[in-house]
């Protein structure tokens, strides 16, 4: 049950705790700047000051939160110029509502009451860990975005992006992405390649989960572990594995070859999303079907399929995304008329250091973020199916 706080903080803890978060940020400052330590020791005592007098200012939050706002704004400023006073803006806000947020208890409102103070120190910690392995996961795509849009041919920030002056960002790379002979080729190669690896992965992958999920089949762990071995075999063994083994059937460097070597790939991301799914299937609905005439093609369509769709399209396009990506395998299998984007990008980066690389990674980002939104819809749209959340 949730509780109201009606007493403040002490000055002394709140100070340890907004000091403490003011010198975790004064490390990235100072390390940004060319000083770490005195970073830490910059931000940990301007903010445990800040801290120590928030208790008793509660009552006038708002003008004491416009000038933290403000001060960390002209730091920015005399510290980096605009492009510092941004990420002022940022901080000032943060530190602005950290600061009364711990002072007035309200970090406490929404937990138990009964809690001891170290189990509230282990729900807060715990969050704070897990924010900060999301954001070095998500940093590098985060800096490689706004690259993309250089007006120069580097792969670094220029000082006139640093300023913010527009003359530094331009869509060159982009133009040069949709008008380059090259780059239009191998898009249309993954495009060539990724729907028809999806549909056999999807053919096969569902077919196979179905099959092991009846309990009259034998060895069906053994059989599980193999057909999912692509996703748990390190790639590099697989694409060499795949590369000797074409080469005996005459696939290798064929179109063919590079399809079937993607499917092998993506078969094990349907088969989990299906048995998943498959888990909470009512087996009465197919007896059902049966006792009424139907045949077990017409079971599998008009029964069985509409409930487990959201697990096979969700499998889909996991295994889309893997033959879209996927560079290692087809550098062993495929050959120079079978030139993927992601080799195009390889060769890129080894060869002609294109900055084009950054709009097409850009891109691709974006394509991945749109089909994993749509993935987590559809798993929560079998979830409502099959009752296992409100709707």
Known sequence: ?????????????????????????????????????????????????????????TERQKPVRWAILVGFIVAGLIIGGVPAAVVGVLFGLFFGWFAFWIASSRYRAHLAPYLTPKQVLWHYTFRVICGSIFFFLI???????PLSFNAQDFFTFTPEMLRLDPEGYSFKHYRDFFS????????WNSVRIAPVATLLSVGFG???????????????????????SPMIVPLIISAAGMYFFYSRLGLQGSYWGVVL?????????????????LVGFDRSLTRAAANMGADPVTTFFRVQMPL??????????????????????????????????????????????SPTILAVATILVVISIALLTTVELLRRRSERLRGMSPG
């Open 261 to 277: 070597a993607h499917a092998a790939l993506g078969i094990p991301f349907v088969i989990i999303t299906v048995t998943a799914t």
């Open 180 to 187: 380059n002979s090259e780059w239009q080729a191998s898009l």
């Open 1 to 57: 049950m949730a509780i109201t706080p009606v007493e403040n903080q002490t000055p002394t803890f709140t100070a340890a705790v907004v000091g403490a978060a003011g010198a975790l940020a004064g490390l990235f400052v100072g390390t940004a700047q060319g000083s770490g330590l005195l970073g830490v020791v910059i931000g940990g005592v301007l903010l445990a000051i800040v801290g120590y007098v928030a208790p008793s200012l």
């Open 206 to 228: 569902t077919l196979a989960a179905i099959g092991l999920s009846q309990p009259h089949v034998p060895a069906r762990r053994a059989i599980m572990a193999i057909l999912i």
């Open 308 to 353: 487990i769709l959201p697990g096979v399209i969700s499998g889909a396009l996991f295994a889309f995304i893997t033959s879209f990506d996927e560079v290692v395998v087809v550098l062993f299998v495929g050959s120079a008329g079978q030139k993927t984007l992601p080799w195009q990008m390889f060769l890129g980066l080894r060869e002609q250091i």
């Open 139 to 145: 940093a590098p795509i985060v800096v490689v975005m």
